[in-house]
């Protein structure tokens, strides 16, 4: 049913989950579409649209309970379990990731870093052990994570990309702020680009 | 003329940029509507609405002019003055910014730093001095910076907020992962939400 959900759509339903977990926080147990179209500047029809992609999940007079959405927005983002991630590059960015983001709200475990400064390796950085990443090959083989996040120099980016892809990584999380080609076009990469976000706020300003 | 444009359309423009960058830097001099769209998975008829909304820049037969296209849109996105901006914190994602992040290419200049640490204070940090958080109000009215870019705690993240917009900011480039509800609701802020981004990715893994 969700095969051909518009990237668009996609990218809302993290928006709908926090806002619904706000809303949750507030002890909050039902709302409209109205409502939520309101909280996150949409319109009600294209709120029932959104979720009609997936099944829909209001009842008509009634809207919205919040935790059954909440609930099944989670499992549509497959943020219900627990998938493993490293850090490749262990520097000031992954130290932020590292120390300040949520990643179990995301049904991730960070399970390793790694870095090409010896004097880091084999130490613990905010409980996260980090090793040489010459030895990167041979634990993702042995470790399976499922999700690569490039915090490393973009000179390095596509080389560790391809072969973390090729020992069986299953999508990669990229602050390099350089597209990926990789040899295998199948795999999921999630661009984080600085650059953009402050370019629509250099666009907003004084408008 | 680009009053009501479509924040959807908006977003696109930093991608457009990006993409005419890496051409300019292939040396190529032209391009069709349908070519770029390739490039940016989009279609030639969206292409050519998105850059009527600032007037269009193409030319029936011949396509975009590579050069001209980019000028073009680095005056729509206000990136080719230089304004100044503050962070507030200086902890490991700011150094991540201050070290890796290219304000120039934004038209951004970075001028000082912030943090409530007193064994950062009157250092520089990248070239970037830094002072207590307690100043910040002192130093805006001052020195007049543009932007604000939040890398402090979420606690925190209201208050100074608030104070910074007071004293004139006119743009919030926000890390802190909470939406923030200013006194003055006419000043942009740009959030970067870390975890809808890993959200998008999970839901891409194994579809």
Not at 32 to 51: G, K, N, P, Y
Not at 74 to 101: D, H, Q, V, Y
Not at 141 to 162: C, E, F, G, Q, R
Request: charged share 20%; hydrophobic share 40%.
């Amino acid at each position: 049913m969700d095969k051909n959900v518009s990237p668009v759509v996609v990218r809302r339903m993290p928006r709908y989950y926090r806002h619904l977990c706000e809303l949750h926080d507030k002890n909050i147990d039902r709302i409209s579409s109205s409502a939520l179209a309101e909280r996150m500047s949409l319109t009600a029809s294209q709120v029932r649209q959104d979720f009609n992609c997936f099944g829909g999940f209001g009842q008509q007079g009634y809207g919205y309970n919040v935790t059954d959405l909440k609930a099944a927005i989670a499992e549509i983002l497959c943020i219900t379990g627990e998938r493993k991630a490293i850090l490749c590059g262990a520097g000031n960015l992954a130290r932020a990731l590292m120390s300040n983001f949520n990643f179990t709200k995301c049904g991730v475990s960070l399970v390793a870093a790694f870095d090409s400064n010896p004097s880091l390796f084999d130490v613990e950085m905010f409980g996260v052990p980090v090793h040489s990443i010459s030895t990167v090959e041979q634990y993702v083989s042995a470790h399976s994570p499922d999700i690569a996040i490039l915090t490393l120099p973009k000179s390095d980016a596509h080389k560790v990309a391809n072969i973390l892809v090729k020992c069986g990584v299953k999508g990669i999380w990229n602050f390099t702020g350089t597209d990926l080609e990789l040899d295998d076009p199948g795999i999921p990469i999630e661009n984080v680009h600085f650059s953009e976000s402050l370019m629509v706020l250099s666009y907003q300003i004084d408008r």
